[in-house]
């Protein structure tokens, strides 16, 4: 299958091995990738360069990596279909990187509200990485041209800058190379809030754990934390409108029916009017359903680190052999290519 231009339709989306996995991950964008495999030839990576942008224990980083790697597959992501992959060990990602970084321009990083939200008041004394950052993830998708990128909505601004880097590489080498890749973000749970502030994104660098629910928290903690999440002064309402300013009870019934695979709509009607114990006591029902065979297949699959490492081998050497014939055409149009 190809899209409008014989560009052949392919996913690509990575995940960081920083800190484990949580909730937001899997709901805004695990959880997806695994229906689009079906219909998509797809490449889920492991982004460990983009996780040393900040320090890392290195003897961390490894069990991390064979974390979100156990993730994928426990998450439903077939390595017979899909392939798994570390970033670092298809170096055609960094060799990609350096060219783009010479066809983005500074004004364009400059406006990436999420190096600006990292960095903070820090700015000075940040990694020259995590400015960059963005650049290494266009080289993700640029290296396989994917068509298709399905994030959580935090990863939106980023996608516009690969749509920009594209559009410049490809005017500026005057060939259409590279295909104007789409963002796939899901309405319902493209951004899980924290569970203890409804109007920041659920995240692993919050300093509280309950702000957070973990794949690898036991059915106990799910159930300690959805009892401690915060609420609104009010019950749940029975408009749906008025759920506008009620950023709990939205976000508690968002991660209710995105689990459920309902619209939140459906999940709203059941629950219109009540108070918010019997929301959380099914919630943590839920909850526990999604996240406990994930969490149990994740502990296996740990357990087995020749089977994970012959995963990720097979998947990138199967990555390289696409990435190294792309990055043979950019070298031909840049003039870097080794003929003289
Ligand atoms: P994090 O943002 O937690 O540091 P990553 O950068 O590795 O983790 O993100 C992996 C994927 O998870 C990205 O597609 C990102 O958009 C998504 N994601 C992260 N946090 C959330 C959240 N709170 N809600 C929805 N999606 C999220
Ligand atoms: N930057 C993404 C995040 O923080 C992770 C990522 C790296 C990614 N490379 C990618 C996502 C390529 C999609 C495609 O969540």
Known sequence: MSNKNNFV????????PTG?????????????????????ESLFCVVDLHAITVWQEPAELISKKCEVAAAFIASGIDPKKSLIFNQSQVPEHSQLA?????????????????????AGKNKENVSVGLFAYPILMASDIMIYKATHVPVGDDQKQHLELCRDIVLKFNNDFQKEIFPLPEPIILKGAAR??????????MSKSDVSEYSRIMLTDTNDIIAKKIKKAKTDAMPIPNKIKELDGMPEASNLLSIYAACEDQELSIAFKKYQGKNFSDLKSDLTEVLIKTISPIREEMS?????????????????QRARIIASEVLKEVYDVTGLSSKV
Not at 192 to 201: F, T
Not at 300 to 316: A, C, P, R, V
């Open 9 to 16: 339709n392919r996913v690509l989306s990575g995940v960081q």
């Open 20 to 40: 484990g996995l949580h909730l937001g991950n899997y709901l805004g964008a695990i959880k997806n990738f695994v229906p689009l495999q079906e219909k998509y």
């Open 98 to 118: 350096w060219i783009l970084n010479c066809v983005a321009r500074m004004g364009w990083l400059n406006r990436m509200t999420q190096f600006k939200d990292k």
């Open 192 to 201: 899980v809030m924290s569970l203890r502030d409804g109007l920041k994104k």
């Open 300 to 316: 296996k699959l740990t357990d087995d680190s020749n089977y994970l490492q012959e995963i990720l081998d097979s998947g990138s």
